[in-house]
């Protein structure tokens, strides 16, 4: 293990710049933070460092909520000068967000406020976009066209802020901006979803079920591309990967199994939900399996209220108790029979 000292020795020889010692020192940080205390094979999260962080978000929630609060009331008094209001208010908004995120994130390296961060951010682009491109009785008219354009801009600008700060949550809200965005598209062309059930019932009329399929599959393909340049989850790479497989998994998952599990193909929705296992172990991501099988229970027993769930909610919960008993050992002979198939250097060990 290289000390404090091993860098201040390393600076002063010149084998190291103060700002490559840095660097090192934080990726050190970053790393026994998410990693320390883990047993080998088992998947790093980390949602807060410390109360501190915690301290440090609820001042921002309520730092926003008077902001908020303060900016509503100045419109109320200025109606028709809203836009430019709301315009403005964003424009402020974004710069105080992101000089605390040179603080919080840069400097600090904090996890909690860069969550919480990010958020406001994302809520503040698109509360600035929207106020500016879309129209004003759009949801009286029913007419949501100028909508596109205020979230696509919304998420680009959500994509500079994770090129810069480089928040593995953001990914996500990057990811969920994307979906949002190409449904609503989808909805000005084919007409919008007659209910909720038909985003993910490939059987429902309209391509809902198949753009979310397809947004879905990239998703997933972008997280798999983290997760294969960073195969030892040791970088924020990893990170970044396990919150879009978090968005990835329902999408996928949950547009297959539930489309089955209405139609009543219990013996195919097995297989199904038995590949995306196989996946799931293969490259070690329980929250792949954990979002999607979650969200499965959560939409058949209460939108979809299919007959008979019971009883499939009950095999699931069996099944997972049992993966998470035997992840390591179910893996590790997995690998084994598929070590001449797969690139197992670009694959987390199995231990």
């Known amino acids: 293990m290289i000390s404090r000292d091993d860098l201040r020795a390393a600076v002063g020889s010149g084998l190291l710049t103060e700002a490559q010692a840095a660097s090192l020192s934080a990726l050190s940080d ?10 080998p094979g088992d998947e790093p999260f980390e949602l807060f460092k410390g109360f501190n962080e915690i301290f440090i978000v609820v001042g921002l929630l309520i730092l926003a909520s008077g902001w908020v609060a303060v900016n509503t009331a100045s419109m109320l008094t200025e109606i028709v000068n809203y836009r430019t209001q709301a315009t403005s208010a ?3 908004g974004a710069g105080v967000i992101w000089a605390l995120s040179e603080y919080f994130i840069r400097r600090r390296r904090m996890v909690a406020p860069a969550i919480a961060l990010s958020l406001l951010f994302a809520a503040n682009a698109v509360t600035g976009f929207t106020a500016q491109y879309a129209q004003p009785f759009m949801i009286a008219q029913e007419d949501y066209s100028s909508l596109p354009l205020g979230l696509g801009l919304a998420t680009l600008a959500l994509l500079v802020y994770w090129l810069r700060f480089r928040v593995p949550f953001a990914m996500a809200l990057i990811a969920l901006g994307l979906f949002a965005v190409a449904l609503i598209l989808t909805a000005e062309q084919s007409g919008g979803p007659v209910e909720f059930a038909d985003l993910f019932l490939l059987s429902a009329e309209g391509p809902f079920a198949w753009v979310t399929l397809v947004v879905g599959l990239l998703v997933f393909a972008v997280a798999m591309g983290f997760d294969l340049s960073d195969p030892h989850r040791v970088t924020r790479r990893s990170a970044q990967g396990f919150w879009l497989h978090v968005v990835a998994a329902p999408a996928l998952v949950n ?4 489309s089955l599990l209405t139609n009543e193909q219990t013996l195919t929705l097995a297989l199904v939900l038995g590949l995306f296992a196989l996946i799931a172990i293969i490259i070690d991501r329980r929250s792949f399996l954990i979002t999607a099988i979650g969200y499965i229970v959560a939409l ?15 095999a699931l919960g069996i099944a997972l108790v049992i993966l998470g008993a035997f ?9 084994s029979l598929l070590s001449g198939v797969l690139p197992l250097h670009r694959l987390p060990p199995s231990h």
Request: zero cysteines.
């Open 30 to 39: 970053s790393r026994r933070g998410a990693r320390e205390d883990l047993a």
């Open 90 to 92: 964003a424009l402020i």
């Open 255 to 258: 547009t297959l199994a539930l």
């Open 300 to 314: 058949s027993s209460t939108v979809f209220d299919v007959e008979g769930a019971g009883f499939s909610i009950l």
């Open 327 to 335: 992840w390591a050992r179910i893996r590790a002979a997995l690998l």
